[in-house]
């Protein structure tokens, strides 16, 4: 089996480490015992956070023991962000955050055998702790002058709206963790993103002060575009997240199919656990053949698996070829059928419409001349079947699942309608 920190490498998910050598060496002698945290600062993780998983799997794959950390305490304080303080969420939230959180984690790790997986919450050990002695025992081995050289604090201080003491703090309580889950389990590496370098050389430092141990760490890359933006941005401005209700299945999909060229190679190597043939495969096809974005196809395939399920990614593949013509749109499901349509616009109209007042209500056409052109030049489908005839209205029992119509202009343009009273 191949070094798992030389895959790593190779999938381009190492952006900052400790020295890897020692690192490698430790890794050789047996399972290592390794973690990773997550605060419930939303009601899900999006995708950003899943990076973190699969890195966290693809250890445990190589047989090392991961720890999975929620923040129930770290939650409750907030981790400062360059641009502004966190609005702080009450102590119901965060505790319903964390049990949500946990249950999106947990189908991702092996909790039997060997190198079992762990959750634990800092909560736990966070809360029963005195202020005095975290002073004493905690703050004492954190110098100042170093805390506010860390980049989220000094980009805070230099701006107006400065930052809070509580959210100065949080890097102890980071370190403090890992220094926890050193003692508690023999935790000897954190991983994490890039920009919790801060956060992570907290708990290094704390544990060579108090336990003269070196520790390691390994950091990923942030996922961002070519243009150098946070990538997983929906189209909406709002993150992909990983819970259904909040990005549909459809939509994930989407924004991974519609991926830049340039994009596909980084993400199938960081995302996947496609073999390296595999990717290297998809990569020379999509240099070759970028129009076909087999590549894009084979991303959004695998992740919308990874994280919704084999049975929801059939739906989803089915209902983004159905809507483009090329299958049957009576095998979609409401539910799948509605979260595409909300995607491309969905407007509600009354049973007996005619043709052209649905694609003018639908947005499609801007008028009854465009809607008759339209329509005399073949081009204008409900549910996938050529209108004849502009005037034809629309009844009832032409709705597929969940009362829905699907209009489509052109071969790509489509919109939905709600047939019911209005
Ligand atoms: N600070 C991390 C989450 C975290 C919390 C506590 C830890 O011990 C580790 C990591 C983040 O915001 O992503």
Redesign the pocket.
Known sequence: MTDVLDDLQWRGLIALSTDLDELRAEMAKGPLTY?????P?APSLHIG?LLQIITVRRLQLAGHRPLA?V?GA?GLIG?PRPSAERQLNSADTVAEWVERIRGQIEPFLDFTGDNAARMVN?LDWTAPMSAIDFLRDVGKHFRVNKMLTKDAVSARLNSDAGISYTEFS?QI??GM??LELFRRYGCRL?T??SD?WG?LTA?TDLIRRVAGESVHLLATPLLVNSAGEKLGKSTGGGSLWMDASMTSPYSLYQYFVNLEDDLVGGLLRKLTFLSREEIEALEKETADRPAARIGQRRLAEELTRIVHGAHETEQVIAASQALFGRGELTSLSASTLRAALSEAGLVRAAPGTSVADLFIAAGLVSSRNEARRTVAEGGAYVNNERVGDAEELVAADRALAGGLLVLRKGKRTFAGVELGSI
Request: net charge negative; hydrophobic share 15%; charged share 15%.
């Open positions: 973690y990773c945290g997550f605060d600062t956070n950390l923040g770290t981790d800092n949080y309580l980071q963790d890992f954190q994490g993103g919790q956060n708990g």
